[in-house]
């Protein structure tokens, strides 16, 4: 996700089998279940511009080996580089959450478009020049009560066109798959927005409201949590006792992981290289077990924040630019 996205945070102070001891997210009264989250009442912001509706994070292709084949129940800030890691992971069940009505509107539009679209190149081909008579038909056949879709999908679509482009570079530079180069991996991402299991819900990480209710959810669907990305959110916030007790409400296993990146604090958290090919500024990447991040919330240590725990806890690659986080606090 952009930096662009977190600083309104700032101001707000945001492929692997099913357990065989779970419900399947297949069935239906779990759906239903899963898209009872109600998104949450937020006033508008200046952020909210159509900037945040893309990401400038390079080098997600650094989180391959750390989110494989985890599974789960996926819950990620911001919008379509969540479905390029859920892909990756073989995430059972999407929220698309964020704090700006821009961006969950432009993340269902990323969805009735994967619906339309049998393979990676229609998905793309929806929002390009060429493509637009299309989707604006579709829009209209999905949502004629919104005719402000119509005018975000025309605002929004030069930037996501732009980092279409990127993404096919980098995958190409850097040599991986993602969901916009394989069908295999399209495919999963797909049959997910079929099944509507795909869910764009808005909400404020610092609230007390939706990601604490996606965590009562999860438990009452006896789900565990696979994936819980925050971008570089946390760089504008020490952790709120509403955050604490959502992350604790998270049901989790030993395979549940906390993605984030950070931008700051270069000398000790190098930036990736080819992280700031989109912006002039990069980010390194971070993984963190779920299990572990709750040790360090539940901690009496006042403004405890990532960038502490990171300095604390970590085990930084610095030629790549990944910490692993894994020690206990003290």
Request: charged share 20%; proline share 5%.
């Amino acid at each position: 996700m952009a930096t662009l996205y977190l600083l309104p945070f700032i101001f707000l102070i945001f492929n692997c089998s099913t357990p065989k001891e779970v419900i399947s997210v297949s069935d239906s009264p779990s759906i239903s279940l899963l898209r009872s989250v109600k998104s949450e009442n937020l006033q508008p912001t200046r952020w909210d511009t159509g900037d945040t509706t893309v990401s400038n994070e390079d080098r997600l292709d650094l989180l391959i080996p750390h989110v494989t084949g985890i599974g789960g129940v996926y819950v990620g800030v911001g919008s379509e580089q969540n479905l390029t890691i859920a892909a990756w992971a073989g995430s059972e069940f999407i929220y698309l959450m964020d704090f700006t009505k821009i961006v969950v509107n432009s993340n269902y539009i990323s969805i009735e478009f994967l619906k339309e679209s049998e393979n990676p190149e229609g998905f793309i081909f929806l929002w390009s020049i060429r493509g637009r008579e299309k989707a604006h038909q579709l829009l209209k056949e999905k949502k004629p009560a919104s005719p402000e879709l119509l005018k975000l999908y025309d605002k929004i679509s030069p930037l996501i066109r732009k980092r279409h482009a990127t993404n096919l570079m980098l995958a190409k530079k850097y040599n991986y798959s993602m969901f916009m180069t394989d069908q295999k991996l399209y495919s999963h991402v797909r049959k997910l927005a079929l099944e509507d299991k795909i869910y764009p819900v808005q909400g404020n990480l610092l609230g007390n409201e939706t990601l604490n209710e996606i965590g009562n959810t999860l438990q009452k669907s006896s789900l565990k949590l696979g994936i819980f990305y925050m971008s570089n959110a946390e760089e504008y916030f020490s952790y709120n006792d509403n955050f604490k007790t959502s992350v604790n409400n998270l049901p989790s296993n030993t395979k549940s992981i906390v993605l984030r990146t950070i931008s700051v604090r270069k000398d000790r958290f190098p930036w990736s290289p080819g992280s700031e090919y989109s912006t002039p500024i990069g980010f390194h990447y971070a993984v963190q077990k779920l299990e572990n991040f709750k040790k360090w919330l539940n901690t009496p240590r006042k403004n405890l924040n990532s960038l502490a725990i990171l300095l604390e806890a970590g085990d930084t690659d610095k030629i790549n630019g990944v910490t692993v986080i894994s020690k206990d606090p003290n």
